[in-house]
Nanobody, 114 residues
């Protein structure tokens, strides 16, 4: 199993930007897929983005053109750059990895509010 530690959440105004980080306890080149989910207050957990070990990216339609997932193999870290944030995107953002089994981080809070 891999340990995942997220960081980078916080309070941002609508239209603002944040970059989330997810540091893994193993070499991320050994992980098939990593990505992000989010869960807003009173909402179900929603898949947001993924990146494979080959660099293939995927996004939920609502964030296409605004969010970018990337990876730094030397730091064993995956990032989620979020631009033009909206209030409805407030929630806890979770990093995940498919590494034999589904592995999850503890989550980082993102609040989009004026």
């Amino acid at each position: 199993q891999v340990q995942l530690v997220e960081s980078g959440g916080g309070l941002v105004q609508p239209g603002g930007s944040l970059r989330l980080s997810c540091a893994a306890s193993v070499r991320i080149l050994s992980i098939n897929t990593m990505g992000w989910y989010r869960q807003g207050p009173g909402k179900q957990r929603e898949w947001v983005a993924l990146i494979t070990r080959f660099g293939i990216e995927g996004y939920v339609d609502s964030v296409k053109g605004r969010f970018t997932i990337s990876r730094d193999n030397t730091k064993n870290t995956v990032y989620l750059q979020m631009n033009s944030l909206k209030p409805e995107e407030t929630g806890v953002y979770y990093c995940y990895a498919i590494y034999g089994t589904d592995c999850w981080g503890q989550g980082t809070q993102v609040t989009v509010s004026s």
